[in-house]
């Protein structure tokens, strides 16, 4: 298999540009110390080193980043010295010594093989016909309502990435899209998989089918690792999500939940981007290759202790920031530079603490309620509205800050929030993200 080409950067994240805020957030600068420095900004003229990290991204690093590199790589060395005695191909460890090792992280050659077992990938191939991939990719570039979508988001993927910008790269991330839109018509494609295929592609040595079926595992429905409709037509189970994490901040960042709400910055705003994306397009793209040898074992509970500890992390210069916008840029700024993989995952399993399945289910029974609920109620505003009631003449826009109307409603409607997107922004993710903070017009509650 061919060798990724090198890039010569990384790219930008999806949150660019925020209409409710007083400002434009700037773009991301990556010119930050590292996450666990007790501040976020450098002295102006800090010298940076640009390198090429193993999935061909450029990086610029900092003193303070190649030293934590440097001891990441040593820890790497020691890692994959405990995956010698399970060679590529063979039985994988036993439960709880397999959830160990990929905590501390799986070496890059074993992750096509490690993923593929973890996530179920494999026995989901296996139960189909050899032939299904080809079938589904070649049914999709012709047959998909979504081709045209994904040809556009295609080239906006990773731009500067030298593979997956290359001609071979775009053949694959869009075959593999329209597959996997073909396969799940019910889900079909949304913005934000187009990253999480790259990343795939990148990972998982160029191989398509491989990537294909990675991700169906993790989004194919009720049946995925992902929380259910996190990527459907009205991205309601990304609301619930929010809301999830929103009370968890609550829970393990008290100060910081009430400086969020001092500012009035939704949760949605600061981490949509982190669950639609599995954090490829925040995290520089090893340490987000570590959030996901976690995530493909155990499930979306990782998803939610890196929000936790990423935040954490952060808190003093989230805490000084003084408006929505300047939060927003150092949350961004210390995602990025989070070059101390081991770092992060360590501070997500040991320095969050107790984060039971039990809470995060309660929590999210609860918010779905509440979702449908209150979309239920917009929609019979919407109705009125229709019909002339006064009532319904009420602006409808102003939705909850987590929620969406449900994909049959939208169905039968023949709309839906990311195609009314699509119609006024080109359908880009970042701006989808704006939207929803148009739609956080009231905050959430516990």
Known sequence: MAEPESPGGTTMGLGKRLL?????????????ESLTDATLAPSPGEPRVTSSDVYGFAISLTEAHIDALARCTQAAAEVEASWASHPRGGPLPADEALKRLCRRGVPPS???WVWGEVSGARARRAARHPSYYAGMAELGRHESPWVHQIELDAPRTFPQNGWVQGQQGQAALTRVLCAFAMHSPEVGYCQGMNYIAALLLLALECDQEA???????????????????????????THVEMRSLHALVATKLPALHDHLAALRCDMSILATDWFLCLFCTALPAEAAARVWDALLCEGPKVLFRVALALMRGAEPALLAAEDAGALLRAMRDAAADAHDRDRLMHDAFESVGGLPMDRIRRYRERNQREVDHEFAARETHRAGRANGDADGRQDAACSPSA?????EELSARGGSFVSRLTALTRGTLESGRTMLQRRASSPTTE
């Open 20 to 32: 409710a805020m007083p400002r434009k957030v700037h773009r991301r600068m990556r010119s930050v």
């Open 110 to 112: 074993l992750r096509p």
């Open 211 to 237: 990537a294909f079926w990675v991700l169906a595992s993790l989004i194919d429905g009720r049946q995925g690792i992902l929380y259910q409709d996190m990527y459907a037509r009205d991205l309601s189970g």
């Open 403 to 407: 929620g969406g109307t449900t994909k």
